[in-house]
T-cell receptor
Framework: AQSVTQPDIHITVSEGASLELRCNYS??????LFWYVQSPGQGLQLLLK??????LVQGIKGFEAEFKRSQSSFNLRKPSVHWSDAAEYFC????????????FGTGTQLKVEL | GAVVSQHPSRVICKSGTSVKIECRSL??????MFWYRQFPKQSLMLMAT?????????EQGVEKDKFLINHASLTLSTLTVTSAHPEDSSFYIC???????????FGSGTRLTVV
């Protein structure tokens, strides 16, 4: 079965600083990979996804992520963080078959200092 | 874009009563919907997968008699928490397969509080 690890539970960055959120997955083949953002008491918004092709994926709100097969990673990056980026970020992996279920990481809480 | 409407957003019920949560895909047909439970400051745990016109598939450890899922149409799935107890208090989120660019569209969640 697939699994996702987000090693950082909390991250604090200053506004304007760069950001990298880590995500490692475990799956025997190439998975579908997602990053979602969740504001308190809200559902999930898709930031970006990787299905195949170019391993550097651009998303909304200035986010990007790079799929590295050799490291089983899909880290999320943003060159300059805005205060409004403070939220919970979830990495997820999906696989074909098996009901197309998504498996989520434990999330990373991002705090932005002004 | 694709929208999944989830209602109610908040509900408070008395212990022993049942609560129904609705999840509707507004502008696309969702043959598959997923129900998640999220505890405070924790990740989303998949409870069950529902397919239109068939019985839901529950994840291990989820009581199917307690969490009744119905997917009677291509745009509506419901989760009924039966005989709710305080330990059922949680944030429940539905997701529909299809519609959005990522292949999965999420509802805005329901905060259930059982008193």
């Amino acid at each position: 079965a697939q699994s996702v690890t987000q090693p950082d539970i909390h991250i604090t960055v200053s506004e304007g600083a760069s950001l990298e959120l880590r995500c490692n997955y475990s799956y025997g083949a190439t998975p579908y990979l997602f990053w979602y953002v969740q504001s308190p008491g809200q559902g999930l918004q898709l930031l970006l996804k990787y299905f195949s092709g170019d391993t550097l994926v651009q998303g909304i709100k200035g986010f990007e992520a790079e799929f590295k097969r050799s490291q089983s990673s899909f880290n999320l990056r943003k060159p300059s963080v805005h205060w409004s980026d403070a939220a919970e970020y979830f990495c997820a992996v999906g696989v074909t078959g098996g009901g197309n279920k998504l498996t989520f990481g434990t999330g990373t809480q991002l705090k932005v200092e002004l | 874009g694709a929208v999944v409407s989830q209602h109610p957003s908040r509900v408070i019920c008395k212990s022993g009563t049942s609560v129904k949560i609705e999840c509707r895909s507004l502008d696309f047909q969702a043959t598959t919907m997923f129900w998640y439970r999220q505890f405070p400051k924790q990740s989303l745990m998949l409870m069950a997968t529902s397919n239109e016109g068939s019985k839901a598939t529950y994840e291990q450890g989820v009581e199917k008699d307690k969490f009744l899922i119905n997917h009677a149409s291509l745009t509506l799935s419901t989760l009924t928490v039966t005989s709710a107890h305080p330990e059922d208090s949680s944030f429940y989120i539905c997701s529909a397969r299809g519609g959005g660019p990522g292949g999965y569209t999420f509802g805005s969640g329901t905060r259930l509080t059982v008193v």
